[in-house]
């Protein structure tokens, strides 16, 4: 019966795969090329540890995406069947799992009903900082807040972190200090916690053996995806628990592209010297594309200095080649993207055909423009996430005061909704509130004595809220419905009606949620974009545009990686630092994989050699032309250089003078005024 299970398991796996999965180290690292099956393989493995009996709440699938986690969960359940173990198989990101057992255990970890800040929230309490006289010359508050997350994520020192991150520019380290020092006790005035903190909080605890023993006994084997992308401040969580669990981690070193972040693209490749007596297991097996496109592919990788020893194969065979089409402008290069979607549409091919990559929203703006001029559906990842966008903050904010009321950021953004309440009117209001809590008062007894004098709905409209508390979703309808008014008018020009949609949205996530923090904690911590919404329509037919930094996952039989030109790949930025312009690398890299059989490289064609010294382990070098695509052979792509139609130019008429002005024929008879 065992063996039964085990075939059913494994049946459609490769060789490889087969043993990623029923491999039997302690600990596996398992070097998962583009389009090799690896979510397959983890759900292989998840289901393989359940088919030999390991009780499902003592496994844990740590994802980087909601997106991903989400995916692992539906895939085991559709595998093992609706109402079993997977119910109790749990996924989630570093933070996600890092909050759950801080939440869970305020007595091993402290911090019980402090605040979760996301960006936005951080930057308005550092811009409350410089604003009360804590300057710095060359940074603003929302730069200091990433300088500081920078430093905090990699272990370096906040001066060397300055150092990375503004390296053209002469910044006073100890007047940042000073600041940070301002932020981190403003934060704890106020109970806040951020993203990085919840990270260092578990970690912190960690340290004592006691500790990391019950944590790691609570698990049988901890699957990490993504491996590439994990920071040295998550392996402060991972080291710890090595000796009291199995780790099982998927990763490809090729597609490491958040050092930005802080992910460390070395620590993959010295696996086995931190975590001892791991096996290092490799999927070369392509099921994505064709070989002409892992041709190119593997190609660009075999230019890096770097080793990665590892090269795709295409299970699918041959297909056409990549094709290379070179511009005049970006406006050209976008139209004729849309031209060739809409040809494409006009033989039969749905939208959902096509990817459009792109480095950044504002690169893709010219694209966006045409598909928005001929009518072509399509959704942006790497957008905004649902819960940071304005008018659900709004909402959000009535929840918060409710959940932490002393929570100030929160307060400032419900107050001055109001009418003719500026930020002195809020900032007196939640003065008032703190005053008549610290005298005693209940929360809601401080709400209604601050809240006097302003409107009485505000403060009914916040006491419904805290009375279906227990009921998270009905809590954010009543917050809606007491809002709608104001947004209404304050979103009158910026189109209302879809706002308005997304709080039911917002209603909808928070079903089931056993708190108001909690709901909120989950989706700051794991988002959802609203591109993912868009999805849930029932038309499903459209083109997807993604930057690449948010096209992990993501495939399509036809993929435009758009703007691939000198000065882009690698980026300006990257030029100086080696190890900058090989992530720019994989950059290029994680694009060209997401196509399955067609793959369309789109430039602007003028080309000079991007020349730059740069700093290597061996000292400074010489690159005589960085642009990846400078010395691609021929043989690779097929190649087209598109000139568009341009008015000629005007020619002077014999005896002017170069370029001297025409004489112009009046239609007049001019004789008598002469």
Same mark, same amino acid.
């Given at each position: 019966?065992?063996?039964?299970?085990?075939?059913?398991?494994?049946?459609?796996?490769?060789?490889? #795969?087969?043993? *990623?999965?029923?491999?039997?180290?302690?600990?596996?690292?398992?070097?998962?090329? %583009?389009?090799?099956?690896?979510?397959?393989?983890?759900?292989? /493995?998840?289901?393989?540890?359940?088919?030999?009996?390991?009780?499902?709440?003592?496994?844990?699938?740590?994802?980087?995406?909601?997106?991903?986690?989400?995916?692992?969960?539906?895939?085991?359940?559709?595998?093992?069947?609706?109402?079993?173990?997977?119910?109790?198989?749990?996924?989630?990101?570093?933070?996600?799992?890092?909050? $759950?057992?801080?939440?869970?255990?305020?007595?091993?970890?402290?911090?019980?009903?402090?605040?979760?800040?996301?960006?936005?929230?951080?930057?308005?309490?550092?811009?409350?900082?410089?604003?009360?006289?804590?300057?710095?010359?060359?940074?603003?508050?929302?730069?200091?807040?990433?300088?500081?997350? !920078?430093?905090?994520?990699?272990?370096?020192?906040? *001066?060397?972190?300055?150092?990375?991150? @503004?390296?053209?520019?002469?910044?006073? %380290?100890?007047?940042?200090?000073?600041?940070? =020092?301002?932020?981190?006790? /403003?934060?704890?005035?106020?109970?806040?916690?951020?993203?990085?903190?919840?990270?260092?909080?578990?970690?912190?605890?960690?340290?004592?053996?006691?500790?990391?023993?019950?944590?790691?006994?609570?698990?049988?084997?901890?699957?990490?995806?993504?491996?590439?992308?994990?920071?040295? +401040?998550?392996?402060?969580?991972?080291?710890?628990?090595?000796?009291?669990?199995?780790?099982?981690?998927?990763?490809?070193?090729?597609?490491?592209?958040?050092?930005?972040?802080?992910?460390?693209?070395?620590?993959?490749?010295?696996?086995?010297? $931190?975590?001892?007596?791991?096996?290092?297991?490799?999927?070369?097996?392509?099921?994505?594309?064709?070989?002409?496109?892992?041709?190119?592919?593997?190609?660009?990788?075999? #230019?890096?200095?770097?080793?990665?020893?590892?090269?795709?194969?295409?299970?699918?065979?041959?297909?056409?080649?990549?094709?290379?089409?070179?511009?005049?402008?970006?406006?050209?290069?976008?139209?004729?993207?849309?031209?060739?979607?809409?040809?494409?549409?006009?033989?039969?091919?749905?939208?959902?055909? @096509?990817?459009?990559?792109?480095?950044?929203?504002?690169?893709?703006?010219?694209?966006?423009?045409?598909?928005?001029?001929?009518?072509?559906?399509?959704?942006?990842?790497?957008?905004?996430?649902?819960?940071?966008?304005?008018?659900?903050?709004?909402?959000?904010?009535?929840?918060?005061?409710?959940?932490?009321?002393?929570?100030?950021?929160?307060?400032?953004?419900?107050?001055?909704?109001?009418?003719?309440?500026?930020? $002195?009117?809020?900032?007196?209001? !939640?003065?008032?509130?703190?005053?008549? =809590? &610290?005298?005693?008062?209940?929360?809601?007894?401080?709400?209604?004595?601050?809240?006097? &004098?302003?409107?009485?709905?505000?403060? %009914?409209?916040?006491?419904?809220?805290?009375?279906?508390?227990?009921?998270?979703?009905?809590?954010?309808?009543?917050?809606?419905?007491?809002?709608?008014?104001?947004?209404?008018?304050?979103?009158?020009?910026?189109?209302?009606?879809? =706002?308005?949609?997304?709080?039911?949205?917002?209603?909808?996530?928070?079903?089931?949620?056993?708190?108001?923090?909690?709901?909120?904690?989950?989706?700051? +911590?794991?988002?959802?974009?609203?591109?993912?919404?868009?999805?849930? $329509?029932?038309?499903?037919?459209?083109?997807?545009?993604?930057?690449? @930094?948010?096209?992990? &996952?993501?495939?399509?039989?036809?993929?435009?990686?758009?703007?691939?030109?000198?000065?882009?790949?690698?980026?300006?930025?990257?030029?100086?630092?080696?190890?900058?312009?090989?992530?720019?690398?994989?950059?290029?890299?994680?694009?060209?994989?997401?196509?399955?059989?067609?793959?369309?490289?789109?430039?602007?064609?003028?080309?000079?050699?991007?020349?730059?010294?740069?700093?290597?382990?061996?000292?400074?070098?010489?690159?005589?032309?960085?642009?990846?695509?400078?010395?691609?052979?021929?043989?690779?792509?097929?190649?087209?250089? @598109?000139?568009?139609?341009?008015?000629?130019?005007?020619?002077?008429?014999?005896?002017?003078?170069?370029?001297?002005?025409?004489?112009?024929?009046?239609?007049?008879?001019?004789?008598? +005024?002469?």
């Amino acid at each position: 019966m065992a063996e039964a299970g085990a075939d059913t398991v494994l049946e459609g796996l490769n060789a490889a #795969q087969r043993e *990623a999965v029923l491999t039997g180290s302690s600990h596996n690292l398992v070097l998962a090329g %583009a389009g090799t099956g690896k979510t397959t393989t983890i759900v292989a /493995r998840l289901r393989h540890q359940l088919r030999q009996g390991v009780s499902p709440e003592r496994l844990l699938a740590i994802t980087f995406t909601r997106r991903a986690a989400a995916e692992i969960r539906s895939r085991v359940q559709a595998e093992i069947g609706v109402g079993g173990a997977q119910e109790g198989v749990a996924a989630m990101t570093f933070h996600g799992w890092a909050m $759950r057992h801080v939440r869970n255990n305020p007595d091993v970890f402290g911090y019980e009903g402090w605040s979760v800040l996301d960006a936005e929230d951080q930057a308005q309490v550092m811009r409350g900082v410089v604003g009360r006289g804590k300057r710095v010359e060359g940074l603003k508050a929302d730069q200091i807040v990433d300088v500081l997350s !920078f430093a905090r994520n990699t272990r370096i020192t906040l *001066a060397e972190a300055i150092r990375v991150k @503004h390296p053209d520019q002469t910044i006073d %380290a100890k007047a940042v200090g000073a600041i940070v =020092r301002a932020f981190e006790e /403003r934060k704890r005035e106020r109970q806040y916690l951020n993203y990085d903190d919840i990270l260092m909080i578990f970690a912190e605890r960690l340290k004592d053996p006691a500790v990391a023993a019950w944590v790691g006994s609570h698990y049988e084997e901890i699957l990490v995806d993504e491996m590439q992308d994990t920071n040295p +401040l998550q392996w402060l969580l991972i080291d710890p628990l090595v000796p009291h669990t199995r780790f099982y981690c998927v990763g490809d070193d090729a597609q490491s592209i958040y050092g930005f972040r802080g992910a460390d693209f070395a620590s993959i490749h010295s696996f086995r010297d $931190r975590v001892p007596g791991a096996r290092v297991l490799k999927l070369e097996d392509n099921y994505r594309s064709t070989q002409e496109i892992l041709d190119l592919s593997n190609w660009l990788l075999d #230019q890096s200095p770097l080793g990665y020893d590892k090269h795709l194969r295409a299970v699918r065979g041959s297909g056409a080649k990549p094709e290379l089409h070179s511009f005049e402008t970006p406006q050209d290069e976008a139209g004729w993207i849309a031209a060739e979607m809409m040809r494409a549409r006009d033989d039969g091919q749905p939208w959902a055909t @096509h990817l459009i990559l792109v480095r950044s929203n504002y690169s893709g703006r010219a694209i966006e423009a045409r598909l928005v001029e001929n009518d072509i559906p399509y959704v942006f990842y790497g957008g905004v996430k649902l819960l940071e966008s304005a008018h659900v903050r709004d909402v959000l904010s009535a929840l918060r005061v409710v959940s932490n009321p002393d929570d100030e950021i929160a307060w400032m953004r419900l107050l001055t909704l109001l009418p003719r309440v500026g930020d $002195r009117t809020a900032a007196r209001v !939640f003065d008032d509130v703190l005053d008549a =809590r &610290g005298a005693g008062l209940s929360a809601r007894e401080a709400r209604e004595r601050a809240l006097k &004098g302003l409107p009485g709905w505000l403060a %009914a409209g916040l006491d419904a809220i805290e009375e279906a508390s227990a009921r998270v979703d009905d809590a954010v309808g009543r917050a809606a419905s007491m809002l709608t008014p104001v947004l209404a008018h304050k979103y009158r020009n910026d189109n209302w009606d879809a =706002r308005s949609r997304d709080l039911s949205h917002v209603e909808r996530l928070a079903a089931s949620r056993p708190s108001i923090s909690a709901f909120i904690e989950e989706y700051l +911590l794991s988002p959802v974009f609203t591109s993912e919404l868009s999805q849930d $329509r029932s038309d499903g037919d459209h083109v997807i545009v993604s930057t690449v @930094h948010s096209a992990k &996952g993501l495939e399509r039989d036809w993929a435009f990686c758009a703007g691939v030109s000198a000065g882009a790949y690698p980026s300006a930025r990257s030029l100086g630092d080696v190890d900058s312009i090989e992530e720019e690398r994989r950059v290029l890299y994680v694009a060209l994989t997401r196509a399955r059989d067609r793959l369309i490289v789109t430039r602007t064609f003028a080309h000079t050699p991007v020349r730059a010294w740069v700093s290597t382990s061996a000292g400074l070098g010489f690159v005589e032309d960085a642009y990846f695509l400078g010395a691609l052979p021929e043989a690779l792509v097929r190649e087209e250089v @598109h000139t568009a139609a341009r008015l000629p130019k005007p020619v002077s008429p014999p005896g002017a003078g170069v370029g001297g002005p025409r004489e112009i024929d009046l239609g007049v008879d001019l004789g008598d +005024l002469e």
